[in-house]
């Protein structure tokens, strides 16, 4: 009366006499492995790089989106000289244009910084500016600003 158990061997989940389960448990342990080390390299900006494409749009303001900007015309002129290739027009910290002539124009929008550069210059520059879209308010008068071999800020635009 010994009944023997009969056990189910599929041999479809041998693998050339190794078992199917030794063999997920490998594939698993290398997978598992693999995710700790992605995650590991993530931490590593110079990584990070290579392993997502969100890095591009990270930090993008939309400010720097000039489709959703109005945009505005500044003209600047220079009073005491004809031309100075090496003074530049700055527009939040960002050279623009340099004189090249006795006047310049620069596109602006809303609450930008405009400067003028004159550290490379020797001698003083005297800057005004001539005129403006009718869209901007300056808030300035029709002064002229004196630059000594320094940046000095010309305005501050505003759009109405």
């Known amino acids: 009366m010994n009944k023997k158990k009969k056990s189910l061997s599929?041999?479809?989940?041998?693998?050339e006499g190794v078992k199917i389960e030794r063999l997920l448990i490998i594939i698993f342990s290398i997978c598992f492995a693999l995710?700790?080390?992605a995650q590991v390299?993530?931490?590593f900006p110079n990584a990070r790089m290579f392993l997502t494409q969100e890095e591009k749009v990270e930090g993008?303001?939309?400010e720097k989106s000039?489709?959703?900007y109005d945009k505005g015309v500044v003209v600047i002129e220079l009073i005491n000289h004809e031309r100075i290739d090496a003074a530049w027009v700055l527009v939040n910290g960002?050279?623009?244009?340099n004189f090249t002539g006795k006047q310049v124009s620069i596109s602006v929008k809303d609450t930008d910084l405009i400067e003028v550069d004159g550290t490379k210059v020797d001698g003083i520059i005297k800057v005004r500016i001539a005129s403006c879209s009718t869209n901007i308010d300056l808030l300035i008068d029709n002064s002229v600003l004196?630059?000594?071999?320094?940046?000095g800020v010309l305005a501050r635009a505003r759009l109405k």
């Open 10 to 15: 599929f041999r479809f989940f041998k693998v």
């Open 35 to 37: 995710l700790i080390l």
């Open 41 to 43: 390299l993530m931490t």
């Open 60 to 62: 993008v303001f939309l």
């Open 66 to 68: 000039d489709a959703l």
């Open 94 to 97: 960002q050279k623009k244009v």
């Open 146 to 151: 004196d630059i000594d071999g320094n940046i």
